[in-house]
């Protein structure tokens, strides 16, 4: 019984090689970034960052606010304001224009590492996901066309999987994040 099961198996994979058909290779796209940013620990966590630098934001605003008054009450008071006070605004305003360049350049530094690490961590708990979701649906390929600096890539609708693993992320993490 075993030898002609051995037989039957030979036999199978002697046809199969001898095919003319290539075999089918399952291949399969997703926007890598978006799917990190759109499964419900992603959104959560994005959410939660742009509440962590709302106030900075606000502190910002404000700053703009400042500038914006100032320069306001140069343009006003051109005609009645001695040269001293007109200096004196246009230090004001070229201080606090240095100043909120900065606080601008430190506020999109720090959100830019933040979202850094962000994609970091949830990165490498997409990538396990990508792994078991190409062993489980038989994929050969799945190409990240969310990249700016690479080739262009097309593909077909039919062969974007990034709902499909953005799915299978949330089942595997919903638990842990409660």
């Known amino acids: 019984m075993l030898r002609n099961t051995a037989a039957v ?15 089918s290779v399952k291949v ?5 970034r978006r799917a990190i940013m ?4 992603g959104l959560r966590r994005a959410s939660a960052l742009q509440s ?15 500038l914006e008054a100032l320069q306001d009450r140069l343009r006003r008071g051109e005609a009645v304001l001695d040269e001293s006070a007109r200096q004196k605004i246009g230090r004001d305003i070229e201080r606090g224009s240095r100043l909120l360049d ?3 350049e430190d506020l ?17 708990k997409m990538n396990g996901v990508i792994e ?4 489980r649906h038989g994929y050969a390929v799945i190409l990240d066309v969310s990249k700016v600096d690479a080739p262009a890539t097309w593909a077909a609708a039919s062969v974007d999987v ?17």
Do not use: C
């Open 108 to 124: 999109n530094l720090d959100l830019q590492d933040e979202q850094s690490n962000l994609a970091r961590e949830l990165g490498t």
């Open 28 to 32: 399969g796209v997703i926007d890598w």
């Open 132 to 135: 078991r979701f190409i062993a």
């Open 52 to 66: 962590q630098f709302e106030p900075r934001r606000a502190q910002v605003d404000g700053k703009r606010a400042e």
């Open 102 to 104: 900065r606080m601008v």
């Open 9 to 23: 198996l030979v036999l199978a994979f002697a046809l199969r090689a001898q095919s003319t058909e290539p075999p």
């Open 38 to 41: 759109t499964t419900q620990e």
């Open 162 to 178: 990034t709902a499909d693993i953005v799915k299978a992320y949330d089942l595997a993490h919903s638990a842990a994040a409660r």
